[in-house]
């Protein structure tokens, strides 16, 4: 299984439109971020986890030829917007593609993007074609894996992380249950939200992702979801051992 960090920015991506600061005028490529998204390659299929908003982009970057399924975590717009952009997928393969989320993931994607799923608004191919699985915490086999939800919440909103074997992509949350916790024993490897400095409403800041990664202990835990207050060096050298920032193009094997 190989897994690359597609996106590892916050809602507005980084460098944020019009803003000068340290991070955003940086020309470190640690400190460009595109929305938030990770891919797993799986003996020559694909999973892509959420089409962030700059998904159409991010297929392109990482020559992403087939998408076999494609798993959401929630319905905020940074992690669905690439939606339409499904179409490529589509017209490659011939097929719909098979998408796993939450009821209200699949409620909010009939809303925002409701040409797609009423029918005939539009004729002659212009819309994704999907195949909807709706899931909820138990764990389903996708591809030749078991892939195990983690409910956790975002603010007042229900997410789902993933665990997908000895790794797990738990992004968009600022608490994550006893019962969660549970299923994150054992992990190589661990993707964990971590916004900024200050407190946020929805998102762990950096110390409260320190203490739940230490709490969680994967062998090594990479941080996500970064918004333009934190600069990629000056965090990365007072991280402590085994926890570092992800990274756009970020990629391991596990
Ligand atoms: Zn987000
Ligand atoms: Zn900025
Ligand atoms: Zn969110």
């Known amino acids: 299984m190989r897994i690359t960090v597609l996106g590892s920015g916050t809602s507005s991506g980084v460098p944020v439109v019009g803003c000068r600061c340290a991070t955003c005028s940086s020309t470190n490529p640690r400190d460009k971020r595109l929305r938030p998204s990770i891919m797993l390659e799986l003996e020559g299929a694909v999973l892509v986890v959420d089409s962030a908003s700059d998904f159409r982009q991010q297929m392109l970057q990482y020559q992403v030829e087939r998408l076999d399924a494609l798993v959401y975590t929630h319905h905020h717009y940074d992690h669905i917007a690439g939606f339409d952009d499904l179409r490529a997928f589509n017209f490659h393969s011939g097929e719909a593609v098979p998408i796993y989320a939450l009821q209200e993931t699949l409620d909010n994607l009939k809303r925002t993007f409701e040409y797609a799923f009423v029918p005939p608004l539009q004729i002659g191919g212009g819309v994704p074609q999907i195949v909807a699985h709706v899931i909820d915490s138990e764990p389903f086999n996708l591809l030749g894996i078991t892939v195990q939800p983690i409910p956790m ?7 789902n992380g993933y665990r997908f074997g000895r790794f797990a992509y738990c992004t968009d949350t600022n608490y994550i249950p006893d019962e969660s916790l549970r299923l994150l024993k054992g992990l ?4 964990l939200d971590a916004l900024r400095y200050h407190e946020h409403p929805t998102h762990f800041t950096v110390d409260q992702a320190v203490e739940m990664a230490q709490r969680i202990g994967a062998g090594q835990t990479y ?4 918004a333009h207050q934190i600069l990629h060096d000056e965090l990365s050298e007072r991280l402590p051992a085994n926890i570092a920032l992800a990274y756009d193009g970020l990629q391991f094997e596990l």
């Not at 919440?153 to 997410?159: E, K, N, S, Y």
């Not at 941080?223 to 970064?226: L, Q």
């Open 153 to 159: 919440m975002h603010g007042l909103m229900r997410v």
């Open 188 to 191: 190589d490897v661990l993707i």
């Open 223 to 226: 941080f996500t979801h970064i």
